[in-house]
């Protein structure tokens, strides 16, 4: 019981919490007085970095703990933390479409309300930036449902990932830290090659692509040099 006091007392990390609130802090003002701050998008890289580190650290805590992994417990923390404000805002935004959006564009805004709802909302801003006249489009309330939907595509994944780590890490009991943390690597080093070649190709699909950003969520785990 009290170690089980100590770890949730422990999952309290004021300077994680800072940083966080650092990253945002930087994005809005960013989208404010960007004169003020031209690179304030990094923001967002440092916020996945930092939330693949505190996921990543509590499966880990879990699967260690008690040898296996709920998918159904840690998609339900997930559903309960993050739906009830997304509807609301999306509940609102609707409404007000409905009501004060002249047709012609009340058709895109509930597109990407549609598209925030399913958490693919980076995917829709993708496809309708691929063309320089889509992309000098306004934006849209909904817009910034892009980094939540990135957030939320792989954290559907992730913790499948860690599950088929430990599973080789089972068969290979002697370096089973050493074949987990492999797996990480590779799909982490992955992603950042993916990054880099199609950010060459296509700036816009490589700033939303889940698959380019993968690597930001895995960067925080591979710098763990113990559990916290």
């Known amino acids: ?8 007392r422990r999952a309290v990390r004021p300077e994680i ?13 960013h989208h404010f007085w960007p004169v003020l701050a031209p690179a304030g998008y990094i923001g967002v890289d440092v916020f996945f970095v930092v939330s693949g580190y505190l996921i990543t650290g509590m499966l880990v805590r879990e699967l260690e703990t008690t040898g296996r992994l709920s998918l159904s417990r840690f998609y ?20 007000v479409t409905a009501l004060a959006v002249p047709a012609d ?14 958490f693919v909302q980076n995917w829709l801003l993708a496809a309708e930036t691929a063309t320089d006249a889509d992309a000098g489009l306004p934006s849209t309330p909904v817009e910034h449902y892009w980094s939540l939907s990135v957030e939320e595509q792989f954290y559907l994944v992730w913790p499948i990932v860690l599950l088929l780590a430990t599973g080789l890490a089972a068969r290979a009991s002697r370096f089973g830290r050493t074949v987990a943390a492999v797996v990480v690597g590779l ?9 880099v070649v199609v950010t060459g190709l296509d700036n816009n699909a490589a700033y939303f692509s889940t698959v380019t950003r993968a690597w930001e969520f895995g960067v925080g785990p591979c710098s763990r040099s113990h559990p916290s």
Do not use: D, H, K, N
């Not at 019981?1 to 949730?8: D, K, L, P």
């Not at 940083?19 to 003002?29: E, F, H, I, W, Y």
């Not at 799909?187 to 990054?195: E, I, K, P, R």
């Open 1 to 8: 019981m009290m170690s089980s006091v100590q770890s949730t």
């Open 76 to 95: 339900g923390r997930r559903l309960r933390r993050i739906l009830p404000s997304a509807v609301i805002v999306l509940a609102v935004t609707s409404v």
């Open 187 to 195: 799909v982490t080093a992955t992603s950042f090659v993916v990054c």
């Open 17 to 29: 919490q800072a940083l966080r609130a650092l990253a945002v802090g930087v994005v809005v003002l």
């Open 105 to 118: 564009e009340a058709a895109r805004w509930f597109r990407q309300i549609l598209a925030s709802t399913l």
